[in-house]
């Protein structure tokens, strides 16, 4: 009889846990068991294992092989164990030593002729491993560069399974990751590109400044679409722990390019508006995938023509945009994927949208209004900037192109922006004005004066402004005083925030 372990890496969501993958061989009918609640796809590793070991020159034991995956309670999905229990059969074979593998986490898909194919969520499986103070990770030469994306961790890459069997038993190297390179400078459409619009320009300074979600009323051709898509580019670039996060959950979804660099301009997505619930949120069949506003963390989800959106896709997003994350339970348990993002929803006034405008539209005020409502009230309360954009006048369609401020000009007074409300809500664990709480604004440092919110009360009092909307007010107020170099904002800057929060079309 012959026993032998290794490790390998479960994930569940963006998180991993360490799995050992351990093989008792025993006299008896010939046969292979694997338990420890695997999924379809590792319970037809059996197959796949066999005729790559064989296929790579080695002999398959002709025993009752039992391979058992622990802690067995977790859940795990997915062909990435492949090549943990290949080399966990071998090994407890006696026809390979684990002595360089003792303390190396093993991940790869097996292809029946013996290749190492590439698996999803290398990224986190590494991270997961790195925290648990293992520093040595065999990886599929196609994941290597985005494995080496962690530090402190040595990454090992096998083309095939009988590169890793010569390494465990005569010691031959395996391949290293390719050098890392320089991330090429993010590039993108330029905020210069858009003419006129004074008043959306300053809606979409705002939203990066504070990180506050943002709704873009209007006709057909008014740029509601080109100023969403230039968003990310006058936001900052990710640190190393946002890029890190960002970065996992592409490589869970499978949207990682090959050899990419850690990605550090905010995510767009743009999803199309016949979008299912999954595509959108995150879901599907068997182990839960991360949807587009997950892939949006850290960054931009721009919703175009938000009211042809299935209702009960768009009340979806209520509860994510509050938590930041998107929580999916399944019959399996729940799977937490992030979603800290922008919201920016863009709409035409009416079901028709003529571009020539309100004379040419048939729609009467009922069907304005219905087409609108489909905008809910809670989620739109949870917009702080809803602006309504007019028709681009003709002098500005003919100015010339260098008479507005490019992208690089607005995110350089962004970051500036940034910089003082991190500073200022560094004790209230917040780094952008969006993510203060209310009782921070209440604080005694920071409460502004009754002279200052005014606007707010009378608005409060007649019933035109919740209180989730009193405390988005006074965030974009912030915003508005930390651009314009300002310690505290004024009666001035209240007004202009909750001006631009009423300019809906309803």
């Given amino acids: 009889m012959g026993y032998a372990k290794v490790r390998s890496v479960a994930l569940v969501g963006v998180t991993g846990e360490v799995v050992v993958v351990e093989a008792h061989l025993a006299t008896g009918l010939p046969g292979m068991v694997v338990s420890g609640l695997p999924d379809a796809a590792l319970v037809e590793s059996r197959d796949r294992v066999r005729s790559a070991v064989v296929n790579s020159g080695e002999s398959w034991p002709q025993r009752r092989i039992t391979v058992n995956l622990l802690p067995a309670h977790l859940p795990k999905h997915g062909s990435g164990f492949d090549l943990a229990v290949a080399v966990a059969v071998l090994a407890g074979a006696g026809v390979i030593p684990v002595d360089l593998l003792h303390r190396a986490v093993l991940l790869g898909e097996l292809g029946l002729d013996g290749t190492v194919r590439p698996v999803r969520g290398v990224l986190p499986a590494v991270l997961a491993a790195a925290r648990s103070g293992l520093e040595q990770v065999v990886v599929p030469v196609t994941n290597a560069a985005e494995a080496s994306l962690v530090p402190g961790v040595t990454v090992r890459a096998a083309g095939t399974l009988r590169e890793l069997v010569d390494f465990a038993r005569d010691g031959v190297p395996l391949r290293s990751p390719p050098a890392a390179q320089a991330a090429p400078p993010p590039t993108g459409p330029d905020l210069a590109d858009v003419l006129g619009q004074e008043r959306?320009?300053?809606?979409?300074?705002?939203?990066?400044?504070?990180?506050?979600?943002?709704?873009?009323?209007?006709?057909?051709?008014?740029?509601?679409?080109?100023?969403?898509?230039?968003?990310?580019?006058?936001?900052?670039?990710?640190?190393?722990?946002?890029?890190?996060?960002?970065?996992?959950?592409?490589?869970?979804?499978?949207?990682?390019?090959?050899?990419?660099?850690?990605?550090?301009?905010?995510?767009?997505?743009?999803?199309?508006?016949?979008?299912?619930?999954?595509?959108?949120?995150?879901?599907?069949?068997?182990?839960?995938?991360?949807?587009?506003?997950?892939?949006?963390?850290?960054?931009?989800?721009?919703?175009?023509?938000?009211?042809?959106?299935?209702?009960?896709?768009?009340?979806?997003?209520?509860?994510?945009?509050?938590?930041?994350?998107?929580?999916?339970?399944?019959?399996?348990?729940?799977?937490?994927?992030?979603?800290?993002?922008?919201?920016?929803?863009?709409?035409?006034?009416?079901?028709?949208?003529?571009?020539?405008?309100?004379?040419?539209?048939?729609?009467?005020?009922?069907?304005?209004?219905?087409?609108?409502?489909?905008?809910?009230?809670?989620?739109?309360?949870?917009?702080?900037?809803?602006?309504?954009?007019?028709?681009?006048?003709?002098?500005?369609?003919?100015?010339?192109?260098?008479?507005?401020?490019?992208?690089?000009?607005?995110?350089?007074?962004?970051?500036?922006?940034?910089?003082?409300?991190?500073?200022?809500?560094?004790?209230?664990?917040?780094?952008?004005?969006?993510?203060?709480?209310?009782?921070?604004?209440?604080?005694?440092?920071?409460?502004?004066?009754?002279?200052?919110?005014?606007?707010?009360?009378?608005?409060?009092?007649?019933?035109?402004?919740?209180?989730?909307?009193?405390?988005?007010?006074?965030?974009?107020?912030?915003?508005?005083?930390?651009?314009?170099?300002?310690?505290?904002?004024d009666v001035g800057d209240v007004t202009e925030a909750l001006e631009l929060r009423r300019g809906t079309l309803l």
């Fill in 200 to 489: 959306g320009r300053r809606a979409i300074e705002l939203a990066a400044a504070g990180g506050h979600h943002l709704a873009l009323f209007g006709p057909p051709g008014a740029g509601k679409t080109m100023l969403a898509q230039r968003l990310p580019t006058i936001l900052p670039l990710l640190d190393d722990s946002a890029a890190l996060e960002v970065t996992a959950v592409h490589s869970i979804a499978g949207v990682l390019p090959a050899g990419s660099p850690l990605i550090r301009r905010p995510p767009f997505q743009a999803p199309h508006h016949t979008a299912t619930m999954p595509a959108l949120v995150g879901g599907g069949s068997g182990i839960a995938r991360p949807g587009s506003l997950s892939l949006a963390h850290r960054g931009v989800l721009f919703l175009d023509e938000a009211p042809e959106f299935s209702r009960r896709v768009l009340e979806a997003l209520r509860q994510p945009l509050e938590d930041g994350e998107v929580r999916l339970r399944r019959s399996g348990g729940e799977t937490h994927y992030p979603a800290r993002v922008q919201l920016v929803l863009a709409a035409n006034p009416c079901p028709c949208a003529r571009p020539e405008g309100d004379q040419a539209c048939e729609c009467s005020r009922q069907v304005r209004r219905r087409y609108l409502g489909r905008l809910s009230g809670p989620l739109l309360d949870r917009i702080d900037l809803q602006v309504t954009l007019m028709p681009v006048a003709s002098s500005a369609l003919l100015a010339d192109r260098s008479s507005g401020e490019s992208s690089a000009v607005v995110a350089d007074r962004v970051a500036r922006a940034r910089a003082a409300a991190a500073a200022r809500w560094k004790g209230a664990r917040a780094t952008c004005n969006a993510d203060v709480t209310g009782a921070a604004l209440r604080d005694r440092r920071w409460r502004l004066p009754r002279s200052a919110t005014r606007p707010l009360a009378d608005a409060l009092d007649r019933g035109s402004l919740s209180a989730r909307g009193h405390d988005r007010v006074v965030k974009v107020a912030w915003s508005v005083a930390d651009l314009d170099g300002r310690d505290r904002p």
